[in-house]
């Protein structure tokens, strides 16, 4: 019999260590014991999860980076499926509130094989970068081709390999996060693209027909107002694409969000459960 040597040893218990955390992590077992429910929000809060609805207030510490779970509850069939969520945040321009960069952050997690597809364009590791909130809502607001905002060749890079294709559940489709169009190649409104907006009139009912668009184009060289986004009346944004995997039917996911003691937002879709059919998939808190 070999002799099996203390390091190989401890070498199998750290790897153990990690894969129980990374499990961990990935699931809902921070909230056990908890009722949980779809579209709820925690927070870590003095010392332990709470559900953000019963929290006025934060602590007065300028800006802060918090954790935060989202639970998403699925009751069809297909209760172990993919997807993904956009979380959306970003603080409030008040009077004599706390003021940051006029720009979006942009953030992906690594490329899951199970919930992303073509993703032959887009580098496996997206990263992070902060692109001109002008050329975000021109994208995400007013469907302009990503070569013709006014953030340039380099915001054409950046939001291409940021946006990536999710698969449609059991209809073998893959379907990108910056899509325009329908299953069809028909133009529609409401799409994907429309839903990483910060305007919550196009989240709902959906982008205005290209010929509008044009027109406010023309405006805007009179009234700049006439191109107005989404993101004009925030700072420090942040949009982040992160997938889950669901498991007898819930899946909670974890991500991080810089805020104020208030007048910061934060929105949630599940884009998801758009692939699958639903039209309203966004949740909003704010305070």
């Known amino acids: 019999m070999k002799r099996i040597s203390f390091l190989a040893v401890c070498v199998a218990i750290l790897g153990l260590a990690t894969t129980s955390l990374d499990t961990a992590y990935a699931g809902c077992e921070m909230l056990t014991g908890r009722a949980l429910s779809d579209k709820q929000l925690w927070i870590n809060f003095a010392g332990g999860w709470r559900d953000f609805k019963e929290i006025g207030e934060l602590p007065q510490s300028g800006q802060r980076k918090i954790a935060f779970i989202y639970v998403i509850q699925r009751m069809e069939t297909d209760v172990n499926s993919t997807g993904a969520v956009v979380i959306k945040s970003g603080r409030k321009n008040v009077p004599g509130g706390v003021r940051g960069p006029d720009t979006v952050h942009l953030v992906r997690d690594q490329a899951s094989v199970k919930a992303y597809c073509e993703m032959t364009k887009n580098s496996e590791l997206f990263a992070r970068r902060a692109v001109n909130k002008k050329a975000y809502d021109e994208y995400h607001d007013y469907d302009f081709g990503e ?115 208030r007048d910061f937002i934060i929105r949630i879709n599940d884009l998801g459960a758009r692939v699958s059919g639903s039209l309203f998939t966004e949740t909003r808190w704010e305070r």
């Open 147 to 261: 070569d013709r905002t006014s953030g340039g060749a380099e915001f054409a890079t950046t939001i291409k390999d940021f946006h990536i294709g999710l698969k449609r559940g059991g209809l073998a489709q893959c379907v990108r996060t910056d899509s325009s169009t329908d299953s069809r190649g028909q133009w529609i409104p409401q799409n994907m693209r429309s839903q990483f907006s910060f305007d919550k009139s196009i989240v709902d009912s959906g982008m205005s027909p290209h010929w509008a668009t044009g027109g406010r184009v023309i405006a805007a060289w009179v009234i700049p107002s006439a191109l107005a986004g989404g993101s004009d009346g925030f700072n420090s944004q942040r949009s982040e694409i992160k997938s889950y995997e669901i498991r007898d039917g819930l899946a909670c996911v974890k991500f991080f969000a810089s805020t104020a003691r």
